[in-house]
């Protein structure tokens, strides 16, 4: 049963081969959607993962900060969950939930209300 978005078999002296730039340009389309997928995982268990684990990203090791909880104790997964969740806010905001932190007494974004955090600064070994 053939419908019309039915690809059928090219037939000897009828196909069309496909050249350089048409190949390109799917590997191209590939590429983009394979690397929007695994941006997203990455970025999830990058963020949850080393919140969780320390308390910090490698961004905020570098800058002498990290995530605790609004009583002063580590990040632990349910507040990684809940910060990374607080993000997705933040970003659905178009960045606002990440801006009110430059106007809060205790410097904290929208995903730091969200999941009862504070970053602060951590003295140097």
Not at 65 to 71: I, K, L
Not at 93 to 107: E, M, N, P, V
Request: aromatic residues 12%; charged residues 20%; glycine residues 10%.
């Amino acid at each position: 049963m053939n419908t019309e978005t039915e690809l059928k078999p090219a037939v000897a002296g009828e196909m069309e081969y496909a050249g350089f730039w048409i190949r390109l340009l799917a590997f191209l389309i590939d590429v983009i959607l394979l690397s929007i997928i695994s941006w997203g995982f990455v970025n999830v268990l990058y963020f949850i993962g080393l919140w969780a684990w320390r308390g910090q990203t490698l961004g905020q090791i570098a800058v002498d900060v990290q995530v605790v909880g609004t009583d002063g104790r580590p990040a632990d997964l349910r507040i990684a969950v809940l910060r990374y969740l607080g993000y997705i806010i933040c970003w659905l905001t178009l960045g606002i939930g990440f801006l009110i932190t430059a106007f809060d007494a205790r410097k904290q974004g929208l995903h730091d209300k969200i999941a009862d955090t504070y970053v602060v600064r951590v003295p140097r070994k």
